[in-house]
């Protein structure tokens, strides 16, 4: 089975700092990789999606790489600001057989970035 | 504007008495699921569907039932629920039935069961 791990679990910096966020998952059999951002008391809101023949994705101030190989994915942030504050989570799909479609979180980085 | 609507967002009911919570979807997305969130355990997976009348079970689909009968629509159903069951649910859609792409999610119902 999937397992997905995300270190820091918590993480607390100075504006203006450039972050990384890391996701691990022991399965490399994925079809993608997702990073999502979750803020208090709402769903959540898909960052990047990095499918599993691509190593990263940038989006405005992030950037995501994806190694397959060694089951890792990081989550770049430069030039934090307190609107940042959130809990991030990665999520992988599988591609094995009857699970093709099921997708797998971690436990999330909660951030707090403050001024 | 694109969403995903759940109801209802709050409930708060007895063990035993069957409830439903409804998700709908506008983006005419072929792919559904549903997820609940526990303190401590995160994100797990219920039921999900790849399109119409096409359903398979997540991580954790013991006591739920789902249905796909519209494209737009895919309701939770708990027959009987229990205490076990008290959680934060959403809902989410993708383009595709593979679920290639991005997932949109709803804003959660918190379910209390008694």
């Known amino acids: 089975k999937q397992e997905v791990t995300q270190i820091p679990a918590a993480l607390s910096v100075p504006e203006g700092e450039n972050l990384v966020l890391n996701c691990s998952f022991t399965d490399s059999a994925i079809y993608n990789l997702q990073w999502f951002r979750q803020d208090p008391g709402k769903g959540l809101t898909s960052l990047l999606l990095i499918q599993s023949s691509q190593r990263e994705q940038t989006s405005g101030r992030l950037n995501a790489s994806l190694d397959k190989s060694s089951g890792r994915s990081t989550l770049y942030i430069a030039a934090s600001q307190p609107g940042d504050s959130a809990t991030y989570l990665c999520?992988?799909?599988?591609?094995?057989?009857?699970?093709?479609?099921?997708?797998?979180f971690g436990r999330g980085t909660q951030l707090t970035v403050w001024p | 504007e694109a969403q995903v609507t759940q109801n209802p967002r709050y409930l708060i009911t007895v063990t035993g008495k069957k409830l439903t919570v409804t998700c709908s979807q506008n983006m005419n997305h072929e792919y559904m699921s549903w997820y609940r969130q526990d303190p401590g355990l995160g994100l797990r997976q219920i039921y999900y569907s790849m399109n119409v009348e096409v359903t398979d079970k997540g991580d954790v689909p013991e006591g739920y039932k789902v249905s796909r009968k519209e494209k737009r629509n895919f309701p939770l159903i708990l027959e009987s629920p229990s205490p076990n069951q008290t959680s934060l649910y959403f809902c989410?859609?993708?383009?595709?039935?593979?679920?290639?792409?991005?997932?949109?999610f709803g804003d959660g119902t918190r379910l209390s069961i008694l």
């Open positions: 999520a992988v799909r599988t591609v094995r057989g009857s699970t093709l479609g099921r997708l797998y």
């Open positions: 989410a859609s993708s383009f595709g039935g593979a679920g290639n792409q991005p997932q949109h």
